[in-house]
């Protein structure tokens, strides 16, 4: 147990998605891919079986997933969170938090935290995740306009293009972090 006078460890983990759509009350998580932060080849990727058939069609346009292919190949859903789970724990392990980092948090949050609590009734990252956008408009001023993946990979790690894979997506955020966070602490 930790000491109550020393902070634990945060360890960030990047973490991105793939989904059939815009919320996971009716829409299936699809893909999940996470790397840390600070050492974005130690990474974890898994497709998962939709938990429902219902499909916005540009969700999977972008991803390039097949519905058909996740509900023969893809891993149960109980499963998978089970993994990202054990994942977890290796990475972030006793007296560490694994703190969750996402472009767009609030999106990619509320299907992890969903299917944690649903399959696995608790959530590792908690009740909060550090949302890079949000970060640079605090680090740098402007506005929310100006936080988009083009605008701040233009400016802090130009020629990143999220190829919406749910891993290499993940491991390119954690990189735009690094360098934000470098440009923040320069300041």
Known sequence: MPDADRPRQEVLVSVDIETAGPN???FAMLSIGACLVDDPDIGFYVELQPTTDR????????SGLSMETLK????????????LQSWLTEVAPAGSKP?????????DW???????????GENPFGHSAIDVKAFALGAFGGDWASTSMPNLARLFRPGTVLAHNALSDAVDQAHL???IRRAAAAR
């Open 24 to 26: 996971p009350h009716d």
């Open 55 to 62: 499909v916005v069609p540009s969700a999977l346009a972008v």
């Open 72 to 83: 023969n190949e893809g891993m149960p859903a109980a499963d998978a969170m089970r993994a």
């Open 99 to 107: 703190i969750m980092v996402a472009f767009n948090a609030p999106f």
């Open 110 to 120: 509320m299907f992890i935290a969903d299917y944690f609590h649903r399959f696995l």
């Open 177 to 179: 972090f690094q360098e």
